[in-house]
């Protein structure tokens, strides 16, 4: 079945710089590719997703980039605000997810 | 708009009890599936459902039943807790896999 890793587990930043996470899968079927961000005591929520026929979305400060040939994906925050402080989690298809990843923007 | 609910938010069973864990989703969604979220391992997938009268196993089913009479509701069964089971349960639905899920806001269970 699908496996899909993601690191790295942690990481800090400074308020303002940039973030990137990303995510390796296995099954070359996987076409769908979203990222969800959890807040302490909540459940994911979806911030943004990719389909295989596409290689970079963008939506304000964050974008996904998406390889293919490599199976990878990635997850870009620009200008991160101490309000991105969260777990954040890739996907592939078949529901399976990544591990996550704890991001701290430090003010 | 309710989106996905999920009840009981917290619950203390003791090793051999039984109990159903209650989703419903008000979006005429498809697809819903369970989650379990332990530390440093993520989301793990136990059931799916990909439509009422339809059901799956997902990576870790083994102690736990679904079913799905109807399109809005997806109980899961615990059918003899064990303290493996102490974890944080998440239900999601979605139009279909392949899109992004709306999760509910989750069920943290402790068997002791």
């Known amino acids: 079945g699908e496996n899909v890793e993601q690191h790295p587990s942690t990481l800090s930043v400074q308020e303002g710089d940039s973030a990137v996470i990303k995510c390796t899968y296995s099954d070359s079927a996987s076409n769908y590719f979203p990222w969800y961000k959890q807040e302490l005591g909540k459940g994911p929520q979806l911030i943004i997703d990719?389909?295989?026929?596409?290689g970079e979305k963008k939506d304000q400060r964050i974008a996904v980039t998406l390889n293919k040939t490599a199976k990878h994906f990635s997850l870009h925050i620009t200008e991160t605000q101490p309000e991105d402080s969260a777990v954040y989690f890739c996907?592939?298809?078949?529901?399976?997810f990544g591990a996550g990843t704890r991001l701290t923007v430090k003010p | 708009n309710a989106g996905v609910t999920q009840t009981p938010k917290f619950q203390v069973l003791k090793t051999g009890q039984s109990m159903t864990l209650q989703c419903a989703q008000d979006?005429?969604?498809?697809?819903m599936s369970w989650y379990r979220q332990d530390p440093g391992m993520g989301l793990r997938l136990i059931h799916y459902?990909?439509?009422?009268?339809?059901?799956d196993q997902g990576e870790v089913p083994n102690g736990y039943n679904v079913s799905r009479s109807t399109t809005e509701d997806f109980p899961l069964r615990l059918l003899s807790a064990a303290p493996s089971q102490t974890s944080v349960y998440f239900c999601a639905s979605s139009y279909q896999d392949t899109y992004g899920y709306t999760f509910g806001s989750g069920t943290r269970l402790t068997v002791v």
């Open positions: 979006m005429n969604h498809e697809y």
């Open positions: 990719i389909r295989s026929n596409v």
């Open positions: 996907a592939a298809s078949k529901g399976r």
């Open positions: 459902s990909v439509g009422a009268g339809i059901t």
